[in-house]
């Protein structure tokens, strides 16, 4: 059992549990139903690194949990909790997130367990490019095959180091940039991708609170204006998540960092929370704001809306009955225990599941994958010509009404597609669809009491498709 969790279930075990809950509610046969629910491939790994006069034994991972399409996706992690069960069900969450978004891809994910602010880049970039060779020699790491991308403590530095390592390895291969996402836009990757799980998040709460029925229920308006919101995490994903609230209209009234917590009613300002902690090297003390005994127990604030954006089984059986949020949206994987999961769920919490809410980069990474086979940057091609057709329509339209629209209106509506344009309408086009797929699912299915058994619903009737025509071999 992993370290971090509740004390019935590994992270594995509650995924298949949250699994085993949906799937009674499919038509899938036993057998396609453990099909699914399996890990195909697991690979551990130990390999020496010089560090400094040492020499060190990393161990890793790479796990490949569905193959119903190829290549797999998932990100890679650097933490000293990195583990065999945490992997696997990292790698599932993948799956199941693939799907719900129409990405066609397998779920995977692995994993480096050390401390990456222990080591230098020099250090780091030695054990990334090994670990990439290790994947290489065991044909886990390829455009086809299996394609990393950054997660927690990772990011576009280590993502350009694997695809230099994988390039190298594979002289001439045409496709060689897409055997990893996430990249720098320099070496092959797309506008748009740093903050697009954080963004993800924010379309995808932003569209749940747009249902009257449902925020009734909850004795809440609609939108996101005035809704006061905690962010626990501010990496890539928490910080821009609360950067997207905050302009949406949102009052961010608790943030957490590892260091601690901080709390203000009226509203915390993000830059300038971010500009202390580069000045003093922690959110604590933050002017007008109150300090929190613990950083866990930001979890336990009045608010509308909590976001954990950090780790998972940060709320387990024993701190959920203190959770007052009425929307849980979770930003990290597995942020919620299994125990936590029922007890939100009777207190009538609407809990926005992981494998929806947080698939905002995978789907980025799609985009920048299908940019990586296609050797085109978006809207290379339809830029100018979308904005001669938008500028002949405002002049036809100008003549037949006798009147000019202003230098500033034009330029707006004049405006053709730039790549990030374009990879945020298909981010948003993505979070809103998938998220109405969902909740029709939730509506309309008898018994199905939670949106996170939706989401596995929806996830399991797409997958075991893919596995039912695939074919299964006599
Ligand atoms: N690590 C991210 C996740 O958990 C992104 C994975 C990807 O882009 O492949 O969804």
Not at 7 to 13: A, G, K, L, T
Request: hydrophobic share 40%; net charge negative.
């Amino acid at each position: 059992m992993s370290a971090n969790h509740s004390n019935e279930y590994s992270f594995f075990q509650g995924v298949e549990r949250n699994f085993d809950k949906a799937s009674k509610f499919t038509r899938f046969e036993k057998g396609i139903l453990e099909q699914i629910k399996a890990c195909n491939s697991v690979l551990r790994m130990k390999f020496p690194v010089r560090i400094g006069d040492t020499i060190e034994v990393i161990e890793a991972y790479r796990v490949q949990h569905s193959h119903h399409k190829t290549p797999c996706k998932g990100g890679i992690r650097f933490s000293l909790d990195v583990n065999q069960d945490e992997v696997m069900a990292l790698a599932a969450l993948m799956t199941y997130k693939c799907a719900i978004v129409n990405v066609p891809f397998g779920g995977g994910k692995g994993g480096i367990k050390i401390d990456g602010k222990k080591y230098t880049p020099f250090e780091l970039e030695k054990i990334t490019r090994r670990y990439t060779s290790e994947l290489a020699k065991k044909n886990f790491i390829g455009p086809g095959i299996d394609v990393p991308a950054p997660d927690y403590g990772t990011g576009a530095r280590e993502m350009s180091w694997i695809a230099d390592t994988y390039a190298s390895l594979n002289p001439g291969e045409l496709n060689a940039l897409a055997c990893v996402t996430g990249k720098p836009v320099s070496q092959g990757g797309v506008r748009g991708r740093t903050e697009a799980t954080g963004l993800g998040v924010y379309y995808g709460i932003r569209e749940a609170c747009s249902f009257a029925e449902d925020m009734d229920k909850l004795g809440l308006s609609t939108g996101l204006k005035g809704k006061t919101v905690v962010v626990q995490g501010l990496g890539n994903v928490g910080y821009h998540a609360a950067k997207y609230f905050q302009g949406g209209g949102a009052v961010l009234v608790g943030l957490a960092e590892y260091e601690g917590a901080i709390y203000n009613p009226e509203g915390l300002d993000l830059e300038a929370v971010m500009a202390h902690r580069k000045a003093t090297g922690s959110i604590l003390n933050f002017p007008g704001a109150s300090n929190l005994e613990s950083a866990g127990k930001v979890l336990e604030l009045e608010c509308d809306i909590l976001i954990p954006a950090a780790l998972e089984a940060v709320i387990t059986g024993e701190n959920a009955p203190n959770v007052k949020a009425k929307i849980i949206g979770e930003a990290a994987n597995g942020p919620l225990t299994p125990e936590a999961d029922e007890i939100l769920n009777k207190k009538g919490v609407l809990v926005i599941p992981d494998i929806y809410l947080n698939a905002g980069g995978v789907t980025v990474s799609y985009f920048e994958w299908l940019k990586n086979l296609s050797h085109v940057r978006y809207g290379r091609l339809e830029k100018r010509f979308s904005e001669n057709t938008y500028a002949e329509i405002v002049n036809i339209i100008e003549s037949l009404t006798n009147k000019r629209i202003t230098e500033m209106e034009r330029n707006i509506m004049l405006k053709g597609p730039d790549e990030v344009d374009l990879i945020y309408s298909g981010l948003e086009d993505t979070m809103i669809g998938s998220y109405q797929e969902i909740r029709e699912i939730y509506k309309n299915t008898e018994g199905v009491e939670d949106m996170r058994t939706a989401a596995f619903i929806c996830a399991i009737n797409k997958v075991g498709v893919a596995y039912e025509e695939l074919g299964i071999f006599p």
